[in-house]
């Protein structure tokens, strides 16, 4: 069976599709790796995803082009993460000519690339294909970068179209697009409305994202209205301090306070946040967070806006996971993605 698993950046996409690939019972389970390693950003991009799945038993095979020709034994399994950057590697791939026009390499490119996966998914038991959203721009009018987003939207078209099972990464939660509906949690972890991972009775913050200018505090602050509470305090990530989260009923605009941390190095970035979450959530338990999912679009040119993406996606999924009600607002639209009213 095909299965597909979409998402912003940092959405806990690749996490759920390993656990997919775990879940096959093919003897011999392949993790196809499409990154070209260019620098020392990718050098740890990639390290960090060798350690997530070391004990998870994957052969790991680097397939930056030509899916077609990856062996896949009998009862094998494959998980290819991911096609972003199949699609890159295969339309700038140097042995086919830049002298072409955008257009046309983007079109030959989708011809290999979907070759190589009918191929695959014929050879083996399960065929696991990670994609990412990267739609959420403003309409793209240069050539290269467009031709590159509608090779990605056909690719995603087809996969979906191909698939016996599609799903998306929303912080770490993964809903179901395509096939038998299943009832999973945050990281594909099935948890009870308000149960932290003991099981025990401690959840109460509520946790609502969504793209820009879609609604969300309005949301918010009709929910507070129908628990009869009309009078609090609102911490702004795009004004107030650190300190207002920690108190505050109402935090808006987490993704700015993160955005706070994005121009430290890697490593000072990701425990200053762990340690502004780790306040939030313990000495404010009862706050409803609003924050913007900003993943979905081309990746970034600069480090800090690429560091910034990814620490909001990995503060996203902290706060999913550890809030009882979590919402995806779209066009003034609620849906629930974990607990809270349906």
């Keep these: 069976m095909i299965k597909v698993v979409t998402g912003a950046g940092a959405s806990g996409k690749s996490s759920f599709a390993e656990s997919l690939l775990e ?13 070209i390693v260019w620098d020392d950003e990718c050098r740890a991009r990639v390290k960090k995803h060798r350690q997530m799945r070391e004990k998870k038993g994957f052969e790991t095979a680097e397939r930056p082009v030509d899916l077609g020709e ?5 009862d094998g399994a494959v998980l290819v993460e991911c096609m972003s950057n199949l699609a890159a590697n295969e339309m700038y791939r140097e042995d086919v000519g830049m002298e072409s026009c955008a257009e046309l390499r983007a079109a ?9 996966l009918r191929l695959l998914a014929e050879a083996g ?23 590159y987003q509608r090779l990605m939207g056909r690719l995603n078209r087809e996969l979906f179209s ?16 395509k096939g038998k509906k299943e009832q999973t949690g945050a990281a594909g972890i099935e948890l009870a409305a308000g149960q932290n991972k003991e099981g025990k009775e401690s959840l109460h913050m509520k946790f609502i994202t969504g793209g820009a200018f879609q609604g969300k505090r309005d949301f918010a602050e ?11 305090e609102t911490a702004d990530g795009a004004a107030d301090p650190l300190e207002a989260a920690y108190s505050r009923k109402l935090v808006v605009n987490v993704q700015d306070y993160v955005r706070r941390f994005a ?14 979450l780790d306040r939030l959530i313990k000495e404010n338990p009862g706050a409803v967070a609003v924050m913007d999912e900003i993943g979905c679009g081309i990746v970034p040119v600069g480090r800090e806006e690429r560091l ?4 909001a996606g990995e503060a996203a999924q902290t706060l999913a996971a550890c809030s009882r009600d979590v919402y995806r607002v779209t066009g003034g639209l609620a849906q629930v993605l974990k607990g809270g009213e349906r």
Excluded: H
Excluded at 108 to 116: D, F, T, V
Excluded at 222 to 232: A, M, V
């Design 23 to 35: 879940q096959s019972e093919a003897k011999r389970k392949i993790y196809a790796a499409t990154m």
């Design 70 to 74: 990856l062996f896949v034994p009998e």
């Design 108 to 116: 030959q490119a989708g011809e290999r690339i979907l070759r190589g």
């Design 125 to 147: 038991r399960d065929l696991v294909v990670v994609t990412n959203e990267v739609f959420g721009d403003i309409k793209l009018t240069e050539e290269e970068t467009a031709a």
């Design 162 to 177: 191909m698939a016996g099972e599609g799903w998306e990464g929303v912080c770490g939660i993964p809903v179901q697009l």
């Design 222 to 232: 009709q929910l507070l209205d129908r628990e009869g509470i009309f009078e609090y």
């Design 263 to 276: 121009g430290l190095e890697d490593g000072e970035a990701r425990e200053r946040l762990r340690e502004f």
């Design 308 to 311: 910034w993406r990814d620490l």
